[in-house]
């Protein structure tokens, strides 16, 4: 059965701290795997991986993928209060069909 | 990257009855899909919306529950039929494969009660 995991579901840091989320999945036809950030309604998109050992950036977020151990992290660096959020891990299967299979979800709170 | 809304935004519903949610992309895409996130929950996929042909469901979603539409490269509707409280979700619409574009963006949700 495909499934997607994430660890930990929830998470309490205060400013200023670096978080590491985690995502492991076992998809058949795996494509590409995404984070998305979801603070009321709409997932908002962070990033796509497809490839192994390719770190992705954007301000104080980061993500990389590692194919052979099926798992990626989306590491948050200085975090604010911001960040916090729902985070949330999905992998694109059945290559092509652009359907996705999300995780459990991230809730992390930055504290003040 | 596409730009996605949906209506209504939110409605509160009478159990028996129906409610037509509409979701509209600003550019033509290849892909359109609905997804239902109970509370507390994550996304599940419920069907594939397909261009000027039935929808393809993902196990435990029935046309006869879900009828989806989708009559162009740019809009699509989920009716949500015969309503229990269960059906109390969000209901998020996405779309992938724009020009250039591989990256899947959701619409902003329709946050449904029934009651």
């Known amino acids: 059965e495909d499934k997607v995991v994430q660890s930990p579901l929830s998470l309490v840091v205060h400013e200023g701290d670096t978080v590491t989320l985690n995502c492991s999945y076992e998809v058949t036809n795996f494509r590409s795997l995404l984070w998305y950030k979801q603070e009321k309604k709409a997932p908002t998109f962070l990033f796509m991986l497809t490839s192994s050992g390719i770190e992705k950036k954007s301000g104080r977020l980061s993500s990389i993928l590692d194919k052979k151990e099926l798992f990626s992290i989306l590491n948050i660096t200085a975090t604010q209060t911001g960040d916090s959020a729902v985070y949330l891990c999905?992998?694109?299967?059945?290559?092509?069909?652009?359907?996705?299979?999300f995780g459990q979800g991230t809730t992390l709170q930055v504290k003040p | 990257s596409a730009v996605i809304s949906q209506k209504p935004s939110r409605d509160i519903c009478q159990r028996g009855t129906s409610l037509t949610i509409q979701c509209q992309v600003d550019s033509q895409v290849t892909m359109m899909f609905w997804y239902r996130q109970q509370p507390g929950q994550s996304l599940t996929l419920i069907a594939t919306?397909?261009?000027?042909?039935?929808?393809?469901?993902e196990s435990g979603f029935v046309i006869d529950k879900f009828p989806i539409s989708r009559p162009n490269l740019t809009f699509s509707t989920l009716t949500v039929s015969n309503m229990s409280p269960e059906d109390s979700s969000i209901y998020l619409c996405?779309?992938?494969?724009?020009?250039?574009?591989?990256?899947?963006?959701f619409g902003p949700g329709t946050r449904l009660l029934v009651l």
């Open positions: 999905a992998v694109e299967f059945s290559s092509n069909t652009g359907k996705l299979i």
């Open positions: 919306a397909n261009q000027g042909s039935e929808a393809t469901y």
């Open positions: 996405s779309a992938t494969g724009g020009a250039s574009e591989e990256t899947q963006y």
